[in-house]
C-alpha cells in the first residue's frame, strides 16, 4: 500500500485527498520507485481546477517531478537497477501516471539518474525548470556568448533557470519583473540587468541594457499586448518563444516589426523535448552536466510535506514564491 493524493472533482486544493491504495508491480518498460520528494508544477493546478489541456479521468492522479529510490523494476528496462537514486522528467500526461505518492511507476524513458552531488529536493526541483529552458534557449534557440536574451517573469522556477543557462553559455539575461520588489535577487541570480515592466519604460530600458544591439532571443510564458514593445527591441533574426500564457489576450505584433528584422515567433512547450528521443538525451546530458559542475543550481522556495499538499497548492495559487515549491515525502 502507497499514500497517494487523489481527487475526484476539479475545484480548489481543498479537493485534494490523500489515500492508501495498492500499487502494482511495474509492467514493462516502468520502474517503481520510492518517492523522497515531490517538484510541484503550474500544470498541477491547472490540472485539479479543471483548465488542462485534457480533462481529468476521476478518481485522478496528478504530479510530473519526482526523485527517490528504485524499488523494483519491470521487464525489457536496461540501465536501471533496485537502489539507484533517480528523478522523473515531465514526459507523460497526468490520465496516464501521478508522481504525488509514497511509491510509484513511472515510464523509463521520463527517468534519470540524477548527479550524485544533489538531495532529493534538489533533484526534484531541477529537470522541468532546466529542460524547459535549455530547449527554448539551446536546441532550437541556439544562444551563443555575447548575445542578448530577455527573460519574462524572471523569478519563477524556468526564469530562474533561464538565467542560468544563459551565463553558463556566455551569455546576457536581462530578467524582466513587474516591479523592484525583487530586483536585488534577480541580480543575485546571475541577472546582468534587471526592469520592473509596471514601473519603467520597457523598450528604453531593454535598449540601454543591450547598448543599441538588441535583443537576440526572447523567452515569455506571458504574452499579451507587450510583446509588440519586445519586438520592436529585437535584434535581426531574432527569435521569440512563448511558452505560457499567464496573459491570455491576443498578441498584436507590429508587422514590419517581424518583415524588417526576419523575426522567428514560435510557440515552445517542454512535450517538444521530453516525447523525442534524441532531443530528451541531449536535454539530459546539458542538464546533468551543469548539475554536476553547480553551474546549474536549483533555486528551492519552500518545502511542505506530502500530508500538507493542499496547503502547497495554495501557496504556489499566490504566485509568491521565488523558484521551486517542493514536496518531501516521509
Not at 524547459?132 to 534557440?141: F, K, M, N, S
Not at 526564469?159 to 530578467?175: D, E, F, K, V
Not at 520597457?202 to 514593445?229: C, N, R, S, W, Y
Not at 512547450?269 to 539530459?284: G, Q, S, V
Amino acid at each position: 500500500m502507497s499514500k497517494v493524493v487523489t481527487f475526484n472533482r476539479t475545484g480548489g486544493p481543498e479537493v485534494l485527498e490523500i489515500v492508501d491504495l495498492p500499487v502494482a508491480a511495474p509492467a514493462a518498460d516502468e520502474v517503481q520507485i520510492r518517492v523522497h520528494a515531490l517538484g510541484l508544477n503550474r500544470a498541477e493546478i491547472m490540472y485539479r481546477s479543471g483548465q488542462y489541456v485534457i480533462e481529468p479521468e476521476f478518481p485522478a492522479r496528478l504530479g510530473y517531478e519526482a526523485a527517490g529510490v528504485i524499488a523494483a523494476v519491470g521487464s525489457n528496462v536496461d540501465g536501471f537497477s533496485e537502489g539507484d537514486r533517480v528523478s522523473v522528467i515531465p514526459s507523460f500526461m497526468f490520465n496516464q501516471y501521478g508522481m504525488y505518492g509514497e511509491r510509484v511507476n513511472a515510464p523509463v524513458h521520463a527517468v534519470v539518474k540524477h548527479p550524485k552531488n544533489l538531495s532529493f529536493e534538489q533533484a526534484a526541483a531541477s529537470w522541468m525548470m532546466f529542460i524547459t529552458a535549455y530547449g527554448a534557449l539551446v536546441e532550437y534557440g541556439n544562444l551563443q556568448a555575447g548575445q542578448n536574451v530577455v527573460i519574462r517573469a524572471a523569478s519563477s522556477s524556468v526564469g530562474l533557470a533561464a538565467i542560468q543557462i544563459a551565463n553558463m553559455l556566455g551569455a546576457r539575461p536581462i530578467a524582466l519583473t513587474r516591479t523592484h520588489d525583487k530586483h536585488a535577487l534577480l541580480l543575485k541570480a546571475g541577472a546582468a540587468a534587471v526592469i520592473a515592466t509596471s514601473e519603467q519604460d520597457m523598450v528604453a530600458e531593454i535598449t540601454q541594457a543591450t547598448k543599441g544591439e538588441g535583443v537576440h532571443l526572447v523567452f515569455d510564458p506571458v504574452g499579451g499586448p507587450d510583446v509588440a514593445k519586445l519586438t520592436q527591441v529585437m535584434a535581426p533574426q531574432g527569435m521569440y518563444f512563448q511558452y505560457g500564457a499567464l496573459d491570455s489576450r491576443d498578441m498584436q505584433v507590429p508587422v514590419f516589426d517581424i518583415l524588417g528584422k526576419h523575426l522567428t515567433l514560435r510557440g515552445y512547450e517542454l512535450f517538444e523535448i521530453t516525447t523525442d528521443a534524441e532531443k530528451m538525451a541531449r536535454a539530459k546530458s546539458f542538464v546533468a552536466a551543469g548539475l554536476r559542475s553547480g553551474k546549474l543550481q536549483p533555486v528551492i522556495d519552500k518545502t511542505f510535506r506530502l500530508e500538507d499538499i493542499a496547503e502547497a497548492h495554495r501557496y504556489m495559487e499566490a504566485n509568491g514564491q521565488v523558484g521551486k515549491i517542493v514536496v518531501t515525502v516521509a
